[in-house]
């Protein structure tokens, strides 16, 4: 099915039909009740009340006396249903008044169960529009992401359709249940007083004609303003992810005129949205009041003539007053009707599509995918972009499965568009394609997206870890049921059953969907070696040991890896001196000061696990300025930060923002220096307890910044660094009394679970005074880590390395070569790269397309295809043919020498 309903009624009847049908049952069900509680005050008004059959003491009543509901003038006598039960005046007011109390118990218990019966298909509803909207996008062709915002899709899906969540559950029951109410009142009024009953009718037939036209323009402004939020969606989304050229080309302003243009109109619209709904729902309360003063007037008139007696009075007034809610509900719920059909059909040509791929293509596969057992067939290849320019002309050329072919060629000279024709990234407009014998078009994903690796030089990925990104490539279907508790198993059955009932798939996420079979692995730890050796050949390895370096780790899920990482951080301090690194490294000691460490460091002595309680803001920190004050600490550390203060001023104050020995300052930046002598001017020689809290804050933080091994000012003495590794011992005790500690504290004999790897092994500062103090001290780290054969548990955290959105937290680079490792790792018959390590210098983009050339010819006991369509040329000389395109067509095929000898243009695209 390539369309979706295009009427939002016929889309909610064809998928909850049976739903619909027993909300009618339940509602048609609950009517008598509410008749029933309609007629009730009348009869305890005119019956215990006034004494209406009362007139003697001794009299009695019949309870549940029920006749036919007919007034008298239409049949008389009535007949009688029920003789009921006989009582006195006094308990037959009570039993009336327990019947009305439980009639109002049973039409809310309706109401709730009507209510939460729409409610839970609404939500039904809204899950399988949106789940059928993103499974049109998956179904998109490629080109049409090129001309599609991301964000105004994700907006369409998620936001746009809320309201329509809201209308599935009413579309047809709240029509039935408000009109049911209406009738049922409308037509007790009637029964009542029919001319009552005939006011009412044409005051309610006036609002229904008048409300709806005073609505239409509440429907376009509607439909502007949803068209400019989703443009302004899609707007930021083009900011975010174009951040970089904003600030690059101090285009900042403009954008913000930009996006308070937009919000200018979506004010003005939704300000005239606002005037005009609270102009109609006055005229429709003013209308309804109108009614009621008719009522009031017309009803009480009719009572004292005696025409109506005081129970019908009462009646009319309380039917009334339910009346107007089922009739502004049916006004609200044709408003409600008419916008949200229009943002349905807004939404319906937004993600129209007649060229959407057969979700058939797009199945699970029935059977393990067997590797290709022939090559491309490629015949009089076209292809014209969506201009009518042709990108390639009459192509022809046959590539066997094994071969390394590289294609190459100017700019838009064809080569880049034939990769991605080959990998069906590019529908070709006429030729013939095949793979393996059949029109690659017509192919499943399940054999091209497994058999076919394609790699360019796009380098977005979701955030994910480094594991996660890599082997996603693998997870083409689930594998290994999840297993769960019996508990966990019939929670899932439940959830099962209402996926079924929504129209999703029934797929499970929580299955184990890594396809290691592929791999010819069992195991995680197989898989993670397999993993290793494709990151050696990209040079990635050593990257990923970097990132595990830095890298966290929990010490309850790997004990024995942190216990050794502890035996390593006592072997690496007893080898200082024998690695060199007396002197550079100073390790941290509790009852020490640490002197290559700051001040805060040093009254941290540990890592913060609360932002609060980073030394960066000790200023503001209650907990810590209690303590500095309770130690005497506070008044020092704050004459030392003024004696800072001033000496930076003094020395720097002079100089530009640029100057070089502003990067010796890690305490204060170049433009906080007119704000500090601004405040020095201020606090004079007043004490800390007279100067303002802002003022106090400034001061104090420069001191926990200082480094005396740095900064050599002359501030800290013995009796000082005393005092604050006293306060450290007081601020830790204050710390561990609390029931979550925000500070994971340094011990040298634990493992410290807030601290990176590498912190945890150095435990202590690197000198800032000895050049290539850092990197000498990381290889020195490394190196032990091999000696205690842990590399490799350093290389599976690096793995779980959270690469970000977008895989921003990672280089270009990095991203180039995993974008490149993944695609191996999934084994294809055919890897085709398209100018994917352009990010790389020529000698490492040489070493890598040896190594993936290498690994193809079968080094590792696997053989695959290689296109490869490279930026430099001359790489072209690796490769076993070479195809040479010039202005969209195919001009030369042959090997490397060969084509230098006999081709012009492939010779001139060498000398280029």
Same mark, same amino acid.
């Given at each position: 099915?390539?369309?979706?309903?295009?009427?939002?009624?016929?889309?909610?009847?064809?998928?909850?039909?049976?739903?619909?049908?027993?909300?009618?049952?339940?509602?048609?069900?609950?009517?008598?009740?509410?008749?029933?509680?309609?007629?009730?005050?009348?009869?305890?008004?005119?019956?215990?009340?006034?004494?209406?059959?009362?007139?003697?003491?001794?009299?009695?009543?019949?309870?549940?006396?029920?006749?036919?509901?007919?007034?008298?003038?239409?049949?008389?006598?009535?007949?009688?249903?029920?003789?009921?039960?006989?009582?006195?005046?006094?308990?037959?007011?009570?039993?009336?008044?327990?019947?009305?109390?439980?009639?109002?118990?049973?039409?809310?218990?309706?109401?709730?169960?009507?209510?939460?019966?729409?409610?839970?298909?609404?939500?039904?509803?809204?899950?399988?529009?949106?789940?059928?909207?993103?499974?049109?996008?998956?179904?998109?062709?490629?080109?049409?992401?090129?001309?599609?915002?991301?964000?105004?899709?994700?907006?369409?899906?998620?936001?746009?359709?809320?309201?329509?969540?809201?209308?599935?559950?009413?579309?047809?029951?709240?029509?039935?249940?408000?009109?049911?109410?209406?009738?049922?009142?409308?037509?007790?009024?009637?029964?009542?007083?029919?001319?009552?009953?005939?006011?009412?009718?044409?005051?309610?037939?006036?609002?229904?004609?008048?409300?709806?036209?005073?609505?239409?323009?509440?429907?376009?402004?509607?439909?502007?303003?949803?068209?400019?939020?989703?443009?302004?969606?899609?707007?930021?989304?083009?900011?975010?992810?174009?951040?970089?050229?904003?600030?690059?080309?101090?285009?900042?302003?403009?954008?913000?005129?930009?996006?308070?243009?937009?919000?200018?109109?979506?004010?003005?619209?939704?300000?005239?949205?606002?005037?005009?709904?609270?102009?109609?729902?006055?005229?429709?309360?003013?209308?309804?009041?109108?009614?009621?003063?008719?009522?009031?007037?017309?009803?009480?008139?009719?009572?004292?003539?005696?025409?109506?007696?005081?129970?019908?009075? %009462?009646? %009319?007034?309380?039917?009334?007053?339910?009346?107007?809610?089922?009739?502004?509900?049916?006004?609200?719920?044709?408003?409600?009707?008419?916008?949200?059909?229009?943002?349905?059909?807004?939404?319906?040509?937004?993600?129209?599509?007649?060229?959407?791929?057969?979700?058939?293509?797009?199945?699970?596969?029935?059977?393990?995918?067997?590797?290709?057992?022939?090559?491309?067939?490629?015949?009089?290849?076209? %292809?014209?972009?969506?201009?009518?320019?042709?990108?390639?002309?009459?192509?022809?050329?046959?590539?066997?499965?094994?071969?390394?072919?590289?294609? %190459?060629?100017?700019?838009?000279?064809?080569?880049?568009?034939?990769?991605?024709?080959?990998?069906?990234?590019?529908?070709?407009?006429?030729?013939?394609?095949?793979?393996?014998?059949?029109?690659?078009?017509?192919?499943?994903?399940?054999?091209?997206?497994?058999?076919?690796?394609?790699?360019?030089?796009?380098?977005?990925?979701?955030?994910?870890?480094?594991?996660?990104?890599?082997?996603?490539?693998?997870?083409?279907?689930?594998?290994?049921?999840?297993?769960?508790?019996?508990?966990?198993?019939?929670?899932?059955?439940?959830?099962?059953?209402?996926?079924?009932?929504?129209?999703?798939?029934?797929?499970?996420?929580?299955?184990?969907?890594?396809?290691?079979?592929?791999?010819?692995?069992?195991?995680?730890?197989?898989?993670?070696?397999?993993?290793?050796?494709?990151?050696?050949?990209?040079?990635?390895?050593?990257?990923?040991?970097?990132?595990?370096?830095?890298?966290?780790?929990?010490?309850?899920?790997?004990?024995?890896?942190?216990?050794?990482?502890?035996?390593?951080?006592?072997?690496?301090?007893?080898?200082?001196?024998?690695?060199?690194?007396?002197?550079?490294?100073?390790?941290?000691?509790?009852?020490?000061?640490?002197?290559?460490?700051?001040?805060?460091?040093?009254?941290?002595?540990?890592?913060?696990?609360?932002?609060?309680?980073?030394?960066?803001?000790?200023?503001?920190?209650?907990?810590?300025?209690?303590?500095?004050?309770?130690?005497?600490?506070?008044?020092?550390?704050?004459?030392?930060?003024?004696?800072?203060?001033?000496?930076?001023?003094?020395?720097?104050?002079?100089?530009?923002?640029?100057?070089?020995?502003?990067?010796?300052?890690?305490?204060?930046?170049?433009?906080?220096?007119?704000?500090?002598?601004?405040?020095?001017?201020?606090?004079?020689?007043?004490?800390?307890?007279?100067?303002?809290?802002?003022?106090?804050?400034?001061?104090?933080?420069?001191?926990?910044?200082?480094?005396?091994?740095?900064?050599?000012?002359?501030?800290?003495?013995?009796?000082?660094?005393?005092?604050?590794?006293?306060?450290?011992?007081?601020?830790?005790?204050?710390?561990?009394?609390?029931?979550?500690?925000?500070?994971?504290?340094?011990?040298?004999?634990?493992?410290?679970?807030?601290?990176?790897?590498?912190?945890?092994?150095?435990?202590?500062?690197?000198?800032?005074?000895?050049?290539?103090?850092?990197?000498?001290?990381?290889?020195?780290?490394?190196?032990?880590?091999?000696?205690?054969?842990?590399?490799?548990?350093?290389?599976?955290?690096?793995?779980?390395?959270?690469?970000?959105?977008?895989?921003?937290?990672?280089?270009?680079?990095?991203?180039?070569?995993?974008?490149?490792?993944?695609?191996?790792?999934?084994?294809?018959?055919?890897?085709?790269?398209?100018?994917?390590?352009?990010?790389?210098?020529?000698?490492?983009?040489?070493?890598?397309?040896?190594?993936?050339?290498?690994?193809?010819?079968?080094?590792?006991?696997?053989?695959?295809?290689?296109?490869?369509?490279?930026?430099?040329?001359?790489?072209?000389?690796?490769?076993?043919?070479?195809?040479?395109?010039?202005?969209?067509?195919?001009?030369?095929?042959?090997?490397?020498?060969?084509?230098?000898?006999?081709?012009?243009?492939?010779?001139?695209?060498?000398?280029?």
């Amino acid at each position: 099915m390539n369309q979706i309903e295009p009427s939002l009624l016929k889309y909610i009847w064809k998928h909850s039909r049976g739903d619909q049908l027993w909300m009618l049952v339940v509602i048609l069900a609950s009517m008598p009740f509410y008749f029933l509680s309609l007629d009730l005050p009348k009869q305890i008004v005119n019956g215990p009340i006034q004494g209406r059959g009362f007139e003697n003491p001794d009299d009695t009543a019949f309870f549940l006396t029920t006749y036919l509901p007919i007034p008298e003038w239409l049949l008389s006598p009535p007949i009688k249903l029920f003789g009921g039960f006989e009582m006195d005046r006094v308990t037959y007011l009570f039993a009336l008044a327990t019947t009305f109390l439980l009639l109002v118990a049973v039409n809310g218990g309706f109401k709730r169960y009507i209510n939460t019966y729409k409610g839970r298909m609404g939500e039904r509803m809204l899950r399988r529009l949106r789940y059928q909207l993103f499974d049109r996008v998956l179904r998109y062709p490629l080109p049409r992401f090129r001309r599609t915002k991301a964000s105004e899709i994700a907006s369409m899906i998620k936001d746009e359709v809320e309201p329509m969540g809201n209308f599935i559950g009413d579309a047809y029951t709240q029509p039935l249940f408000l009109g049911g109410q209406a009738i049922t009142g409308l037509t007790f009024i009637f029964l009542q007083n029919i001319p009552l009953g005939f006011v009412t009718l044409v005051i309610v037939v006036f609002q229904a004609w008048l409300i709806p036209r005073l609505r239409r323009r509440l429907i376009v402004l509607g439909k502007a303003q949803q068209i400019e939020a989703r443009q302004m969606a899609g707007r930021l989304g083009e900011i975010v992810e174009s951040i970089q050229e904003v600030h690059s080309n101090d285009t900042t302003n403009y954008e913000r005129a930009n996006l308070a243009s937009i919000l200018n109109r979506l004010y003005f619209l939704r300000f005239e949205i606002f005037q005009r709904k609270f102009y109609i729902k006055y005229l429709n309360n003013l209308l309804i009041q109108f009614l009621a003063f008719l009522f009031y007037a017309a009803g009480g008139y009719l009572a004292i003539r005696g025409s109506l007696d005081i129970g019908q009075l %009462v009646a %009319v007034i309380a039917a009334y007053k339910d009346l107007p809610d089922p009739i502004r509900g049916l006004i609200d719920y044709d408003q409600q009707r008419l916008t949200v059909d229009v943002r349905y059909k807004q939404i319906v040509e937004q993600f129209a599509a007649d060229d959407l791929q057969d979700s058939k293509q797009q199945r699970i596969a029935d059977e393990p995918v067997g590797p290709l057992s022939k090559g491309f067939d490629i015949v009089n290849l076209q %292809v014209i972009d969506e201009t009518g320019s042709k990108l390639i002309e009459k192509a022809t050329a046959k590539i066997d499965i094994g071969e390394q072919v590289c294609v %190459v060629g100017a700019v838009n000279s064809g080569a880049t568009h034939f990769t991605e024709v080959a990998s069906r990234v590019l529908r070709h407009s006429s030729g013939r394609v095949e793979l393996d014998g059949h029109p690659i078009e017509q192919l499943p994903e399940y054999i091209t997206g497994r058999r076919i690796g394609y790699v360019d030089a796009s380098t977005y990925f979701p955030q994910n870890t480094i594991f996660d990104t890599l082997t996603y490539v693998l997870k083409n279907q689930p594998v290994t049921p999840r297993e769960r508790t019996e508990e966990e198993e019939a929670q899932y059955q439940i959830e099962l059953a209402e996926t079924r009932r929504a129209g999703n798939t029934v797929l499970d996420i929580e299955a184990d969907w890594i396809d290691r079979e592929r791999l010819g692995v069992k195991t995680d730890e197989e898989l993670i070696e397999e993993i290793h050796r494709v990151l050696l050949d990209l040079d990635f390895a050593d990257d990923v040991r970097a990132l595990g370096l830095r890298g966290t780790l929990d010490p309850e899920r790997h004990p024995l890896l942190c216990e050794a990482l502890v035996k390593a951080r006592h072997r690496f301090r007893n080898r200082l001196t024998e690695l060199g690194l007396d002197g550079i490294v100073e390790p941290f000691e509790p009852e020490r000061y640490n002197n290559q460490a700051t001040i805060g460091e040093n009254l941290l002595f540990g890592t913060a696990v609360e932002a609060s309680f980073d030394p960066t803001h000790f200023p503001s920190n209650k907990v810590v300025r209690n303590v500095l004050a309770e130690t005497g600490l506070e008044a020092r550390l704050f004459e030392m930060g003024k004696e800072v203060a001033a000496t930076t001023v003094e020395l720097f104050g002079d100089l530009s923002a640029d100057n070089p020995f502003f990067d010796q300052l890690d305490y204060m930046d170049a433009d906080e220096l007119p704000e500090y002598r601004a405040a020095l001017n201020r606090i004079g020689q007043m004490r800390l307890e007279e100067i303002s809290g802002a003022d106090q804050k400034l001061i104090l933080k420069l001191p926990f910044s200082y480094i005396e091994s740095r900064n050599r000012l002359g501030l800290l003495d013995d009796e000082l660094k005393s005092t604050i590794v006293e306060a450290r011992r007081k601020l830790r005790e204050t710390l561990e009394e609390l029931e979550t500690p925000p500070v994971s504290f340094y011990d040298p004999d634990r493992y410290n679970a807030a601290a990176s790897v590498l912190d945890n092994v150095l435990l202590g500062r690197i000198s800032s005074t000895v050049a290539e103090a850092p990197e000498r001290v990381t290889n020195a780290i490394r190196k032990l880590l091999a000696e205690m054969e842990l590399t490799d548990d350093i290389f599976r955290i690096g793995l779980e390395f959270n690469i970000g959105t977008g895989g921003k937290r990672l280089s270009e680079t990095q991203r180039q070569k995993l974008h490149l490792a993944r695609t191996l790792l999934k084994r294809p018959d055919f890897l085709i790269v398209n100018q994917a390590l352009n990010a790389l210098d020529s000698r490492l983009q040489r070493q890598i397309i040896e190594s993936v050339l290498a690994r193809s010819k079968g080094r590792d006991g696997v053989r695959f295809g290689v296109i490869w369509s490279p930026m430099n040329v001359a790489i072209s000389e690796l490769f076993d043919r070479v195809l040479v395109f010039e202005n969209g067509v195919l001009v030369a095929d042959g090997k490397p020498s060969q084509l230098a000898r006999e081709s012009g243009a492939y010779s001139e695209l060498i000398g280029a």
